[in-house]
């Protein structure tokens, strides 16, 4: 990851783990539902932890990377 990427992340707290991605990026208002968020998923747009996902119902746990577009989040459990 570049250091640009580092400045914009922002840190994202869930209530409990493992939370599946395509909710992840639809609560975080990073796609307008949950049909578009497993569209740009299977479209291959989406990286977790620098690779490429494309399971929809990857699970996700803290410390998780998410990338999307120009927005990079970081996964943390409250």
């Known amino acids: 990851m570049n250091t640009d990427a580092s400045e ?3 840190v994202v707290e869930i209530e409990e783990e493992p939370i599946e991605l395509y909710k ?3 609560f975080e ?9 497993k569209f740009v998923i299977a479209g ?3 990286r977790v932890n620098g690779e490429i ?4 119902r990857k699970k996700i746990v ?3 990377i ?3 577009e120009e ?7 409250k």
């Open 62 to 64: 803290s410390g998780d």
């Open 8 to 10: 914009k992340m922002r």
């Open 71 to 77: 927005e990079t989040i970081r996964i943390i459990t």
């Open 29 to 37: 208002n990073m796609v307008q539902s949950g049909g578009e968020a």
């Open 44 to 46: 291959g747009l989406v």
């Open 24 to 26: 992840i990026l639809k």
């Open 66 to 68: 998410i990338e999307f």
């Open 53 to 56: 996902e494309t399971r929809k």
